[in-house]
């Protein structure tokens, strides 16, 4: 089964930065796509970003466009979510899904699997 594990939230902030990984094993084909997602506190669950596997194509969301980059390092299974000028906005808890396939998407609906999820902070 596929297991994905979140890792490098924490504090910041406003201005500062942060970068996110999420490691992914139990695959065994190439053509996936990881998402990042994100839900703040009373707040609908929404889709930050994505990279697929197969030919590493990238979405940003616009409240992040500028200000997130999205990367991978195959040969470690691992994708970056690097984040920088941070606003309180974007104060949530950030998750990392798993998509087969190599449709990219930022439907949630659509995504097989979930990491646990890390928690980012952004003071003002």
């Known amino acids: 089964e596929v297991q994905l594990v979140e890792s490098g939230g924490g504090s910041v902030q406003a201005g500062g930065s942060l970068r996110l990984s999420c490691a992914v094993s139990?695959?065994?084909?190439?053509?996936?796509?990881i998402g990042w997602f994100r839900q703040a506190p009373g707040k609908e669950r929404e889709g930050v970003s994505y990279?697929?596997?197969?030919?590493?194509?990238?979405y940003y969301a616009d409240s992040v466009k500028g200000r997130f980059t999205i990367s991978s390092d195959n040969a470690k299974n691992t994708v970056y979510l690097q984040m920088n000028s941070l606003k309180p906005e974007d104060t949530a808890v950030y998750f990392c899904?798993?998509?087969?396939?190599?449709?990219?998407?930022?439907?949630?609906?659509?995504?097989?699997?979930w990491g646990q999820g890390t928690q980012v902070t952004v003071s003002s």
């Open positions: 899904a798993f998509l087969w396939g190599s449709m990219p998407t930022m439907t949630e609906e659509t995504y097989d699997y």
């Open positions: 139990g695959f065994s084909f190439d053509a996936y796509v």
């Open positions: 990279i697929s596997r197969t030919d590493g194509t990238t």
